[in-house]
């Protein structure tokens, strides 16, 4: 029984230590990949960068109907942005995985020692890598066209740390449905969801400035709550609806923080469980 | 006589070529839609994505139709009929180069090769499904849309004429789509381009109005294609018929697909030419 114990709790360590080399190893080639094949990576990292570009441009008469919390589109649709664009980096992760499903090399990957969760926690680490190089590109580009930060140096932190929240959605959305179609067919899917789930939400419009069934939908929706921590360092603070000025708040940061935990454990459970069916 | 039947045989031939050659784009396009209507998984996203959208920004943005520089309409709705027509042939078009490159991935395309199929049916054929599909889609915004309040102020014309559009935009973005499958024979990468082409629409006049834009924008969206496409068809759902409006719903797609289906036909060369 004791040796039984002991056991255990040296074999512990020991797979933690396993895991983490097989994970670091598959993120280095998640990394790789954006050298090998950057037709498949940079559309996703200049979509978010024109995005911003082009919203801000193209709906800059938004910030004019009254109750806007920003003078600057700018502002307001940068943060909204960088965190497209870190959705995408991890849901690309989700189109990595279906090629190697598609050319079989996932199948030898799970013919090798390498601990189960190493298979997603490799391209989760990949994502974080990719979804912070694409923020820091497309705030640097949202700086350069005029945002301008209110919220001192936590607004930034407030807005990476969306970045890497959603990036981790994202990338076990991605990885779930990859395992789930094994082919191309989940990357309409993985694309398409994300939009849905990020455009019910505040990324257009403040609640205030809705109309109809958007305002019920999105006040329920937790990218509502993540797109709202991450802009607050860059819009003025609402309370009930009401201006009262730029900053960081814990009032608009708490929402945000359990949006993040709670999607990022659903869509890792959801992640591994289609690759457990996979082994089934 | 004897140069006379020679000709005529080459003629024969010629003709005989020609025939197969149509009969191969026809039996190619129909395989293109047959795969576009037996996968409603691939073509569901392109019809229910742009009304999203539309729903989406006739909530959002309601409210900005009172700023000044919008023209007068009913709601946010009616604007976006022929935006949700642009961007539902653009999600269609990238399914369809998309579909081109898996068959490149496969090994079906060099199985056409290796047969006695004329090499640019192989192209036209999918185009023309991608034109095909663009017109249903168009067909389908537009049916969907009355319903909810959009007038089309043209009347059946021009709804015919909206639909046209949608089949020329689909041949003109299939050409740009086919080009990429061609080039990269990666269905990830043609995948990878639907971001840029559905950010291109910003800009242009496909959501705000020109008027209601500054600066750099404004002078894009006056020099890019799609507003004045967008705005052709705008044009004859809020305003009504116009030869103006006709002219640039479907000369504009005619134009850019002078652009694309020649960058088609050099990416095909080129494949061919590695193979």
Redo the contacts between chains.
Sequence with gaps: MTSTSTSTFAHAPATRATTSRAASGLMMRGLRTITRLPSAFFPAMLMPIFQSVAFSGTFFAITHVPGFPTDRSINWFMPLGVLMGSAFAGVGLGFSLIRDLETGFFDRLRMSPAPRNSLILGPMYAAWFRSLFVAVVVAGVGFALGARLTGGVLGMVMLFGGAMGIATVATGWGLGLAFIFQDMRGAAIMQLGLFISMFLSTAQAPLSVMTGWLHGVASLNPITNILRMSRQGFVNHTVNGHTVGPGVTWHDTWGGLIAIVGLSVAAVIFARRGLNKLDA | MSTGTIATRTEFAHSAETSHAWAQTMAMSKRSIIAIVR?P??II?SLI?PL??A??????????TQ?P?FPKVDSFLALTLAASVLQGVIFGSV?GG?ALA?DI?TGFFDRLLASPTSRVSILIGRLAGNALFGSVEALFFTLVMIPFGVNIRSGPAGIAVITLAGGLIGLSIGGFMAAMALR?G????V??????LF??M??SSA??PRE???????T??NYNPLSHLYEGMRDLVITGWSFDAVLKSLLIPVGIGFASIPLALLALRRRLRAV
């Design positions: 996968q998984a691939l996203p994505f999203f959208f729903a989406l920004g006739a909530s959002s943005f309601n409210r900005a700023l520089g399914t998309a898996v991935e990269t990666s269905a990830e990468a995948q990878g381009v639907f971001p840029l950010v291109s910003f800009f959501f705000f209601t834009m500054q600066g750099i924008y404004r894009i969206a």
